[in-house]
């Protein structure tokens, strides 16, 4: 498996649930960033949460990060149908070098 | 100040012909990485590149596929030869390098299709 593997691949939810997405990853890291994709578009980033932070907060965004178990999580509170769309952890071990991502997680909110 | 810019959006290609794709990056940034997406995957890094340099290739394929980011201007990802498997979005990002953190900020990407 390679490094930033997000957990699940789909997620399926009503919209006003709260939607958690896992990733994970193997070698140490400098810095995690988690990133939004809506179909057919770019990227949009979401939060930058570095090695030595275990949590960050932005809006309705929640992210953790465990070093121990290399793990972080994207907690999205109150969901909108709006929130759906992609999303992608990436990794990176240098603070300007490159981002190594996972497959994503493709995240449906129902109205 | 504008985004990352990337044209074309959308770039049709037959097999044997030649892609370029070109990226502005933010300004002031003066570090740009190329990153190319497959349908249902994520994004896999090609190359990393400053002003004139060349940092990190280790993600280009050793054939056909090149980048520079001159003095002047913006990086040019060029796949020469294309073939249907270099389908893709290929998205480029610039990043302003500060101490502890590279938050890359990413183009809206090039759809490349190949006949």
């Known amino acids: 498996s390679q490094q930033g593997e997000e957990d699940p691949q789909a997620l399926s939810i009503q919209e006003g649930e709260n939607a958690t997405m896992n990733c994970s990853y193997k070698?140490?890291?400098?810095?995690l960033q988690w990133y939004r994709q809506n179909s057919g578009r770019g990227l949009v980033h979401l939060i930058l949460?570095?090695?030595?932070?275990r949590e960050k907060h932005s809006g309705r965004l929640r992210v953790t990060l465990d070093t121990s178990k290399k793990s972080s999580s994207l907690l999205i509170t109150a969901s909108r149908a709006a929130d759906t769309a992609s999303y992608f952890c990436?990794?990176?071990?240098?603070?300007?070098?490159?981002?190594?991502f996972g497959d994503g997680t493709t995240l449906t909110v129902k109205p | 100040n504008a985004g990352v810019m990337q044209n074309p959006r959308h770039l049709v290609r037959r097999r044997g012909q030649e892609a370029r794709l070109r990226c502005s990056p933010m300004?002031?940034?003066?570090?740009v990485y190329w990153y190319r997406q497959l349908p249902e995957e994520g994004l896999k890094f090609m190359v990393y590149?400053?002003?004139?340099?060349?940092?990190?290739e280790s993600g280009m394929p050793k054939e056909r596929f090149s980048a520079e980011f001159p003095k002047e201007g913006p990086s040019i990802l060029r796949i020469q030869q294309v073939v249907r498997g270099d389908s893709a979005a290929y998205f480029c990002?610039?990043?302003?390098?500060?101490?502890?953190?590279?938050?890359?900020?990413f183009g809206p990407g090039t759809r490349l299709t190949v006949l």
């Open positions: 990436a990794t990176s071990n240098t603070n300007a070098g490159k981002s190594t």
């Open positions: 070698t140490s890291i400098n810095n």
């Open positions: 949460i570095r090695s030595n932070e």
């Open positions: 300004k002031g940034h003066s570090h």
């Open positions: 590149l400053q002003k004139e340099n060349i940092i990190d």
């Open positions: 990002a610039s990043a302003l390098r500060t101490g502890g953190h590279n938050e890359q900020f």
